[in-house]
């Protein structure tokens, strides 16, 4: 797992200390003395598994299970330090870890049954409630509301007395008084840890340029990601000099090894000891190191570490700079102290350490009365993301004024340093603390701190006003602290509003779901909040991935090269480097490809020419994925530039660059309509694309047989067809050589349909070439960079409606960036256009839609297919046109929403009355017209600070257009002990599958689910298999396995009628008893000539509402409360289903107002990892969060059932539309416009300069127009 838990003896406390780590960060050789736990040391299914595995899996917290023992170990490590901790450690202690797939509310609420109380003010439904839906004419008149997934009475008991105990040898090695100094010697590097200072000093002195390894949170990334080479490692990690506080009457000191994780601990004894005015600078340090990183980061990272390595987006540094800490140096010459202030920080090589100096301990003043310090920070996310920019700010006052006597300002992530901006506070010396001041604060800084137009980071503007916004923070809060103590104007209630930041809560919510019929047989798992099938195994680690597969006899790694050209003629490739190198067994290219190389306009190999940045143009196969990837860098291809080189789509148009023709949906006479409309307005959406960031990276084991030019691949994807036809093609043999295998996926969101075909045959041909297996796993950059994801859209819009609401003509167009090659582009824009209405009934409207042919990375499937993007389009619309008739969204939402059975714009009809249910519920149940008025009072009292809410319908497609892919298969064996075995066409990808199919097959055999198997989906089973996607999985497969199931049924009905009594031993009288159906599954047709069929077999409806709240200065918004309302019609496991509309939501939100993928104007993407990219974390997720499955019918799906797992994604958008909400009330108060352009997502940078102020203007560089 990433996170394991070491434990260390401390001979001076006599305590044992356990932390989490993140595993990949620490360097083995400073382990000596710990003692490691990783999550097999935790529990097992062979021995006993570990209550906290168990409620993780109980509660519902694992879906794909890849993230599931990173979650483990950070809950049980807090357990083992905090048997009853608080809902708030438990937050904390999983700030570090990320989960993409169940949108973490499961995972907390695992971890809060630990807790002696829980914070949960709102779990008041215990048993089952009833909920009248008796106006709804097809559901049932009452139908009987459950609230609780999981059962608490089950779990095992938490004794934490039972915990394995700390081995007593590394006791004794720690309190060793004859110990000695440790020396490891690698190939490349040495390792030393000293035995004492005296030694360590010894070292320092003979290795001087060796850096000191403690946390090595920042050593560590620079070897891997920079290349960083030392010979030598000093490691006194654990020398006792260096772990100590020594609290003075002036200040404290503490020691440079003590964690950022003791570092606050330390600090929150010190703040609970001292007079608050004297703890000032520590109370600032807590706010930030509350977020910085996570827990296993700030448990590795040490005080020492952090003021060394200086990283210009520290949080720390500017805070105890301000504060006027110094540093506290230590060589064989003798001690000494320096400043750690602005020439320190901005490197100056007069304020340094020398190379032969440690430091000791860092001292930090305490604050006095007259003097105030301060913390400021915007990140991406709230917490574990690197500053967009920090602050550490100070000011001391002549005794008894608002006098300026001393002012220090520094800031983070604003140049390659922290910067002090010492000229502006020379300057302000002597003035009053007021307007004016501030004011002429403002416009010095800005002069004072440049940041060029081509930084690193980007975000030039955002910063700069983020430099004055923060500086204005500080202001404010001085101001208020001042008023205190000396007569000063007192702060207007508006500007109070500007002080705080969001407070970092622990979510909690209710689910509510369908109760199961009290008739149904106690033995029947459907409809019951079934357990994830691997849970347990998932819990535990013991869930197989195809890593995890043992090595191979013979087998070789391999390493990709790519292309660093948009669009380029390849001159030359050059391996003769590369295959010089130590392990190196080939090089794979294009000329190596027995059959198709280019296969319907996918490419394997480059060829001649480069498309995009990332394409791969060779591999190189290794003994080991270290010198595969040491020989992929000593490739040396030459390029020569090709025209054009387009990027965007506003290019791509420019040059008529299109993968695919114009698809259009029309009904009524749109431009007739134009013509007898009140208003007509027009405009333009951009929503940007979206990364998988599925946890487990795209993995491929391609092993070639001795016999009949077979090959056999393990691999993670959700269309084994595919695979088997991509590789079949690239190796010219027939498909029946090829056996295809996938267990399991680490997640997948629709990133592991054609991806892995590709890849899949790139390794084949590797396989094939060498004659050995082939190991083939994508790291995340490369994943990201090769495997693109969502597809960014251009939408525009003219629409036509009436003073009152109504919408009577729509045409919109919609333009996706579809990158270098096919893949799904084509079919993703069919069913963009297709859904493009959503909700709504517009009698004249027409969409069209193209993807573009652009030179990056070739975008793909992901969850929602379209749907997404498109519909924000609509939304957009819509709320621009309620702008103008001065009504609110939801009310023209409601007026132009389908109202009765209907035909859709491509003529298919059905029936929204679950649409207008869920609509109704999510508004009433959500109290949205009372909520509306508070954040309208709210806002009216907080100039600074904004609410906003909406509430965002949803009709959703599920299946495919064409039937061919609408179908599925499933083969059942009974074997003679009675035992089951079912396999079918789709994969588990964690969204339940394999769950849902044993429920339906207990059901129709009339078994419990325990004598029922479910191992892997293969080629050599079912065959022809189609993707496991659109939200069909279960539907499909569900009804090949119960129709298997019964047909076995009526084959025993023979034996059970001649012994009615019997149990279902009976299987072993069958011979005959195993059979394969084949199904037909969903006839949809579409004609894309007239643009009408029916596309799809059904649709599901729902709704969701959110509140955020926005700060205006920064950009940073809180997502307060999420009420969604689904039509699950019935569920056949409502905590699958509810795992997936959380999931998607999350995933969702993250897509709408975090997520950025960054590219360079040459096509180069910059985001490739977890530092530049980010997901939601667990502070993300709202702080009240309530799903409700609403109940319909559906007779055309197996038991009446919908598929869920893609819906809640569009969901997500009711973030970003309350965040327009909340800016747009921001505007209105600024006296602006009404009506802005939208765009996703809605970052803190397009919040904050949407909201435009004083400091907006006061930056003048041209900008990135949010409007
Ligand atoms: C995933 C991740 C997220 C992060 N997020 C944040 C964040 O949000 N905010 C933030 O401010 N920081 C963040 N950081 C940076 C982190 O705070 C620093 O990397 C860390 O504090 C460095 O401490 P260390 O003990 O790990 O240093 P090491 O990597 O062990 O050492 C760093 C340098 O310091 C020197 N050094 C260490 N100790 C001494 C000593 N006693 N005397 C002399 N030289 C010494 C070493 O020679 C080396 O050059 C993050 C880091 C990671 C990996
Ligand atoms: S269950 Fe967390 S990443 Fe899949």
Known sequence: ACTVMVSRYDPKTKKIHHYPVTACLVPICSLHGAAVTTVEGVGSIKTRIHPVQERLAKCHGTQCGFCSPGMVMSIYTLLRNHPEPTPEQITEALGGNLCRCTGYRPIVESGKTFCAVSNDKKYFFNSCTSLSISEVPFVFCFVEMCTKLYNEDEFQPFDPTQEPIFPPELIRMAEDPNKRRLTFRGKRTTWITPVNLNDLLELKTSFPEAPIIMGNTAVGPSIKFRDEFHPVFISPLGLQELYFVDSTDDGVTIGAGYSLAQLNDALHFIVSEQPKEKTKTYHALLKHLRTLAGAQIRNMATLGGHVVSRPNYSDLNPILAAGNATINLISKEGKRQIPLDGRFLEKSPEANLKSEETVLSVYIPHSTQWHFVSGLRIAQRQENAFAIVNAGMSVKFEDGTDTIKELQMFYGSVGPTVVSA????????????????????????????????????????YRRTLIISLLFKFYLKVRRGLNKMVRTTSLGLWFVSALE???????????????????????????HPVMHQSAIKHTTGEAVFVDDMPPISQELFLAVVTSTRAHAKIILIDTSAALALPGVVDVITAEDVPGDNSYQGEIFYAQNEVICVGQIVCTVAADTYAHAKEAAKKVRIVYEDLEPRIITIEQALEHNSFLSAEKKIEQGDVEQAFKYVDQIIEGKVHVEGQEHFYMETQTILAIPQEEDKEMVCTYVTLGTYLFQEYVAAALNIPRNRIACHTKRAGGAFGGKVSKPALLGAVSAVAAKKTGRPIRFILERGDDMLITAGRHPLLGKYKIGFMNNGVIK????????????????????????????????????????????????????AFRGFGFPQGIVVGEAYITAVASQCDLTPEQVKEINMYKRTSRTAHKQTFNPEPLRRCWKECLEKSSFSARKLAAEEFNKKNYWKKRGLAAVPMKFTVGMPTAFYNQAAALVHIYLDGSVLVSHSGCELGQGLHTKMIQVASRELNIPESYIHLSETNTTTVSNATFTAGSMGADINGKAVQNACQILKARLEPVIRKNPRGTWEWGKCLFFSLLTSLLRGYQTNMDWKKGEGNAFPYFVYGASCSEVEVDCLTGAHKLLRTDIF??????????????????????????YTIEELKYSPEGVLYSRGPDDYKIPTVTEIPEEFNVTLVHSQNPIAIYSSKGLGEAGMFLGSSVLFAIYDAMAAARRERGLTKTFT?????????????CVDQFTDMVRLVRRAPC
């Open 422 to 461: 010492s000229k502006t506070c020379q300057q302000l010396i002597g003035r009053k603390w007021n307007d004016q001041m501030l004011s002429d604060a403002c416009r010095l800084v800005l002069d004072e701190i440049y940041i060029p137009p081509d930084a690193e980071g980007g975000m030039v503007e």
């Open 501 to 527: 930041d969001f407070p970092i809560e622990t979510p909690q919510g209710i689910q509510m779901f369908q109760c199961v019929d009290p008739h149904q047989p106690p033995q029947d798992p459907v409809g």
């Open 809 to 860: 003509a729509a045409d919109i167009e919609y333009y996706i960036n579809g990158g270098c090659s096919p893949d799904e582009s084509e079919l993703v824009m069919e069913f963009m256009v297709l859904r493009s209405e959503n909700a709504y009934y517009i009698p004249n409207f027409r969409c069209r839609g193209r993807p573009c042919k652009t030179n990056l990375p070739s975008n793909t």
């Open 1126 to 1151: 689904m039509d699950a019609a019935f569920s056949i496991n409502p905590a699958v289903d509810i795992g997936q509309i959380e999931g998607a939501f999350v995933q969702g939100m993250g897509f």
């Open 1238 to 1250: 939208l765009s996703s997502p809605a970052t803190p940078e397009l919040i904050r300069m949407t």
